[in-house]
């Protein structure tokens, strides 16, 4: 038996992957080390969707590397999306990885590990099938206590020009309803009071095995499950988002009133280019339909400047657009011009510095409507998710809204009430009492 130790890149849908490797590797009889210096064998779950995910993974291979030169390792292991993307170039130019595994080859991770003689993985570790875990697989949680990530589907079958992810992970599958729900009971049993789903497309969960409204059931089925306090759901495709599914969101108490849904852009010619469907006034129609009926509702997206061919109109009609959905959570990337992709071979490309500059002006506009959503907060009595001693300070504690996912919102920070019985995953009542452009100061009351 080893000393693992394990470094995580990309989204919650790879770190759920990782957790579900450590799953197999504890239940071996491995040991997980969190010290690289002290881990015999290293694995590198990558990211690889654009080009600077794909260096930050290369850079961090690189790094622990050195620990077969500093450190215990004897054995360096590449898993997740750069495998898919590059799993020959990987084991080529990088003489320090013994092996590589892919993503849909997550359980072969314990015999990968183990084989002590194995130089660089044989085909045999190469699976044609696509891979998709479920309730039976180990998984150890690497989130806080009371929060987990529940992948509820894998792939993609969306024909986005600028993305390679259906290249890497894959057709769409979604999880049995069983498996699921079996999952989501296990980890209320062990204390997880906050559940993400997560996939590429939420809201295709349950069409490939017949069930339109896969996801407005399942949340229903979780929030019946004693202990769920809330159940928000990541990734959420506009032209997919059925009345039903906001109905089970308004009629489920422990479903967070809190959507996720990439918009990507809104000019009718780049949206066309982008093969996302849509336009302005079928997305306006989206937003009212969903502030209609999810009262109260958070409304995060995302953007993408600089697709080629993108002009300054395009640009101020998604400025004009965003003034007006004043979206409570909006993030904004620059467009990745991917080798694979479809849209790669478009002309009329932008320059990366006129790129950021849209990037920003956008995202400047986006802090005033933040703050402006965040004032209309102040004096009012909101529940909170206690997360714990704040990352800003020891003497501050942070949690977060329902309307705040984990990792990618603002949060709200305690600066009073917090007693000796305040434990992390406790929601409590806060005070609201300051606003800033992403996050929120307030006093739990007792
Ligand atoms: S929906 Fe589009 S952007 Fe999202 S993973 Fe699928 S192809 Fe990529």
Request: net charge negative.
């Amino acid at each position: 038996m080893a000393k693992i130790g394990f470094l995580s890149l990309g989204c919650a849908k790879n770190r759920v992957d990782t957790e579900v490797m450590l799953g197999h590797l504890t239940r071996g009889g491995h040991e997980i080390t969190a010290s690289p210096e002290e881990a015999e064998i290293i694995v590198v779950n990558t990211c690889g969707f654009i080009e600077s995910a794909s260096q930050e993974s290369v850079d961090a291979i690189l790094e622990m590397a050195r620990q077969k030169v500093v450190g215990n390792c004897r054995k360096l292991v590449v898993a997740g999306c750069l495998v898919q993307r590059y799993r020959t170039q990987i084991l080529e130019q990088i003489p320090e990885v013994d092996a590589v595994i892919g993503t849909n080859e997550i359980p072969e991770i314990l015999e990968l590990c183990c084989d002590q003689t194995l130089k660089s993985n044989p085909p045999r570790y190469e699976s044609r099938e696509l891979y998709l875990y479920s309730d039976s697989d180990p998984r150890i949680l690497t989130t806080p206590s009371y929060s987990a990530y529940l992948k509820v589907a894998e792939g993609c079958d969306h024909p986005c020009t600028f993305c390679v992810i259906p290249q890497i992970r894959g057709s769409f599958r979604s999880r049995p309803l069983d498996s699921v729900l079996t999952e989501a009971r296990r980890l209320a049993a062990q204390g997880i009071r906050e559940i993400n789903l997560v996939a590429q497309d939420t809201t295709m969960y349950g069409w490939d095995w017949g069930n339109r409204l896969g996801l407005a059931d399942l949340i229903r089925r979780l929030g019946e499950i004693e202990g769920i306090r809330w159940i928000r759901y990541l990734y959420a495709y506009p032209n997919n988002i059925y009345d039903e599914l906001l109905q089970a969101m308004a009629e489920t108490p422990s479903a967070c009133k809190y959507i996720d849904v990439p918009l990507q852009h809104i000019s009718r010619q780049i949206l066309k280019q982008m093969k996302r469907g849509g336009n302005r006034r079928s997305l306006t129609r989206l937003l009212m339909r969903i502030r209609d009926k999810v009262p109260g509702v958070a409304i995060r997206t995302t953007m993408i400047v600089g697709f080629p061919g993108e002009t300054e109109e395009d640009v101020h009609e998604l400025m004009e657009f965003v003034e007006e959905a004043r979206f409570e959570r909006l993030g904004v990337f620059t467009y990745s011009d991917e080798e694979n992709a479809a849209s790669h071979p478009l002309g009329s490309k932008v320059p990366e510095a006129v790129k950021e500059e849209r990037r920003q002006r956008l995202m400047k506009l986006q802090t005033g409507i933040s703050k402006a959503g965040n004032l209309k907060l102040v004096g009012e009595t909101l529940p909170v998710l206690v997360e714990g001693t704040s990352a800003e300070s020891d003497l501050l504690w942070q949690g977060r809204l329902s309307t705040q996912a984990p990792d990618i919102d603002g949060v709200v920070y305690l600066n009073d009430g917090i007693t000796d019985h305040t434990r992390p995953g406790d929601i409590v009542p806060v005070r609201i009492n300051e606003a800033h452009p992403y996050d929120l100061v307030g006093t739990v009351v007792q």
